[in-house]
């Protein structure tokens, strides 16, 4: 059982940065691919970004493509997203994820940590 543990998440103003981490406890991380999603009051949980392992691409999501970037530190096991010129819109609890049958599919996950608050104030 791989337990994931984010963090990094807080309270930021309109057009601040935070940057988000996501390690295994105990493990090394899962070594197929991560991924961020978030849950916003009153709405589905979201795909926001995934890295695969084998060759290191990256994926976003439309809303935040040019503002996040999701990077993998292999020699700390931890996987981070960078998120830049932050809005209103990207307040929500952040999750990542491992190990996906398909990187924007939620269920398909294995593995799910507990989830940061991202709070952005204007």
């Known amino acids: 059982q791989v337990q994931l543990v984010e963090s990094g998440g807080g309270l930021v103003e309109v057009g601040g940065s935070l940057r988000l981490s996501c390690a295994a406890s105990g493990r090394a991380l899962p070594s197929v691919a991560v991924g961020w999603f978030r849950q916003a009051p009153g709405k589905e949980r979201a795909f926001v970004a995934a890295i695969t392992f084998s060759d290191g691409r990256t994926y976003y999501t439309r809303a935040v493509k040019g503002r996040f970037t999701i990077s993998r530190d292999s020699a700390n096991n931890t996987v981070h997203l960078q998120m830049n010129s932050l809005n209103s819109e990207d307040t929500a609890v952040y999750y990542c994820?491992?190990?996906?049958?398909?990187?924007?599919?939620?269920?398909?996950?294995?593995?799910w940590g507990q989830g940061t608050q991202v709070t952005v104030s204007a």
């Open positions: 994820a491992a190990e996906p049958a398909s990187l924007v599919v939620a269920d398909s996950y294995a593995f």
